[in-house]
């Protein structure tokens, strides 16, 4: 005799595919997560890499202030990586740090931003440094020079 009350089939593939659903969300939410960590990590990387090559150039500008004490000229060439985190940045001197919590306005800053104007970080300069605020330089190799006629450094 046949019983016609039978819905095992149908059950088994409701729950086939409530299993395959939840499975896709769960994967889907992993993607989304693990996308947001590895943006977040990215910035933070590029941030430190420019801090890193701020905190070099600020050392470089102030040796070359000091060589140009007795009034020569000096110019030093210096490498820096051309890009981070795959975009090339731009560094140019202000004469505040202003935007950084940490720092007085009064103190003068490099500034370095990453191509887009994406990320930007401050590295304070020497007090007594007479730098050309005008000045500007992009990654890669960079020129520090003391220019006597008007008794400046500049980045070039």
Known sequence: MKRHDDERALSSAITHVLTMAMTTIL???LFLSSGAMLEAQTERSTEQSLETIGERLAGEIAHVDRLADDGNAVNITTDHPRTVAGSTYRVHPSDNCEGDPLLN?????????TGGGGTQVLVPLPADLDIDHDSSASSGTIEIGYDQSDDTIRLQ
């Open 27 to 29: 994967i889907a939410g």
């Open 105 to 113: 306005d009064e103190v003068q800053c490099l500034n370095l931003t």
